[in-house]
């Protein structure tokens, strides 16, 4: 995956903190001039009860003096560049970080809205998660029909028997309110997603999975559990107010 603001602002970044380890390599340095500038001076007025010609000595720590001068000033401009550089607008930090979360955000969401994040990173197991899904519908529907088939066998061989009986007993058969007894689609819950809550179980147990693979620390909720449904007793009134 590949957001191209993200690289851009990591770029930034880098060269940023390129140029700030560039500024403190060359204070460093002008510093260390000082620094040797001044133990010079000093290891020469250390020297100096053992000097036999002080003229001699005179000369050396005048151009310590000045060696010391020179790079105490050098250090200073140098520290007021630099105070300058870091003042400007913009130079306090890497270019184009003060927008950088939204472009980073503005990208993502429109790679996901466009489809193309999905392109890159879920192909080619989209396309077989479709066909999958088009092979699934198709026989669901397969077994659809054979169920609808093999009702039709039912009801007719129960509505045969029913009238062998009457013919024969002079008693007439009433089914239920249900009609003939007859498979129905919760039937093949076992085997296919023919109820909300068995494909919201197996969709449950999907997302705990995968989550438990990128994230262990992270419990998932358990999954929706159907309603508690409580239906009025048949002795209450038509108008009366359940509470």
């Known amino acids: ?111 996901i809205n466009d489809g193309s994040l999905l392109q890159e990173e879920f192909q080619p197991i989209l396309d077989e998660l479709d066909e999958h899904r088009q092979t699934y519908m198709a026989k669901l529907e397969a077994v659809f029909i054979k169920m609808h088939q093999l009702n039709k066998n039912l009801s007719h061989i129960q509505h045969s028997t029913a009238s062998a009986v009457t013919r024969y007993t002079g008693k007439e058969q009433r089914f239920g309110m249900l009609g003939p007894e007859q498979l129905s689609e919760s039937d093949f819950n076992k085997w296919a997603w023919v109820e909300k809550y068995s494909y919201d179980n197996d969709l449950a147990s999907a997302r705990k999975a995968a989550l438990k693979a990128v994230h262990p620390e992270v419990i998932l909720p358990p999954p929706p559990t159907p309603p508690n449904v409580v239906y009025p007793s048949s002795n209450v009134a038509p108008n009366a107010r359940i509470v």
């Open 1 to 111: 995956m590949k957001i191209k603001m993200y690289e851009e602002m990591l770029e930034s970044i880098k060269q940023f903190e390129a140029e700030q380890q560039g500024k403190a390599e060359q204070l460093g340095t002008v510093v260390t001039e000082v620094e040797n500038a001044r133990q010079r001076l000093n290891d020469l007025i250390e020297q100096a009860t053992d000097l036999e010609n002080p003229e001699e000595l005179a000369v050396e720590v005048g151009k310590a003096q000045g060696m010391l001068t020179i790079a105490e000033s050098k250090l200073n401009r140098l520290k007021a560049v630099l105070e300058v550089e870091r003042n400007r607008p913009g130079k306090q930090f890497p270019n184009g970080i003060t927008v950088a979360f939204q472009n980073v955000q503005s990208e993502i969401r429109k790679r």
